[in-house]
């Protein structure tokens, strides 16, 4: 009975093995190859900072996987992912790519600041310590969509993130006579940015047909606070 057992146990746990080998997505990921950096300086106060990574993929099927930032002192480190299923035949042509990184400046000292990107380096200056005592935040998920007129959509993940970094958050004076700051979003539809208390209007850039109902819309920033506006984009695609 007990050897019955023992094998039934065995068998199991073999069938769980060969399900999860057959159910896994096999996924190759190793640094994105980056050829160059620009450090971008917004005029806005605070003062925001951008670093536009360029690259090149070796196939079709490689993209941006996960882009991490942290900062060491005076220095700020990005890793961008690059992945690429390992069980489909893609072609072998170099497919360049762009990404824009924001960097959390926000509180630093006037002074030179280094910037690395897998390795590829460069530095910016802050003419003055970007500190503010009355600033609180803006932040949201943009959704954007249809991105193709075929649904489930058949884009490449690189492709979509390239729909979500043309798109913009535009931060203007409550009367729009003044643009504040434009703000970049990240591959998942995430944005945040640091304001001084005031009313501003928030709206986006429109590419094509693009158009919400969530903007323009005007907002209130408080001390300490944070204004959460989501935004979904309807490009207009069928």
């Not at 002192?73 to 690059?82: E, R, S």
């Not at 299923?85 to 824009?100: K, L, N, W």
């Not at 249809?146 to 489930?152: D, F, I, T, Y």
Request: net charge negative.
């Amino acid at each position: 009975m007990i050897a019955l057992s023992m094998i039934l146990l065995v068998a199991i746990a073999s069938l769980s093995a060969i399900w999860y080998l057959v159910t896994r997505k096999s996924v190759i990921e190793r640094p994105a190859n980056v050829k160059s950096i620009e450090i971008v300086v917004l005029e806005s106060f605070p003062v925001q900072v951008n670093v536009v990574a360029r690259g090149e993929f070796p196939d079709s099927c490689t993209g941006v996987s996960d882009i991490t930032a942290r900062r060491e002192g005076p220095g700020f480190f990005v890793t961008i992912t690059a992945s690429r299923p390992s069980d489909i035949v893609c072609a072998q042509v170099i497919t360049p790519f762009e990404r824009t990184i924001p960097l959390d400046v926000v509180g630093l000292k006037k002074g030179y600041y280094t910037v690395d990107v897998n390795g590829v380096r460069g530095t910016f200056e802050l003419q003055t310590d970007n500190m503010m005592q009355d600033i609180g935040f803006l932040e949201g998920k943009v959704e954007i969509g249809p991105l193709s007129p075929v649904e489930p959509c058949n884009l490449a993940q690189d492709q979509i993130a390239q729909a979500y970094e043309a798109r913009k958050i535009i931060i203007y004076t409550s009367d729009r006579s003044v643009t504040i700051a434009t703000v970049s979003i990240d591959p998942s539809g995430n944005y945040r940015v640091a304001l001084a208390a005031g009313k501003y209007l928030v709206d986006i850039n429109r590419i094509g047909m693009d158009h919400s109902n969530d903007v323009p819309r005007e907002i209130v920033i408080e001390r300490g606070e944070t204004v959460s506006l989501d935004i979904q984009i309807d490009t207009g695609i069928r």
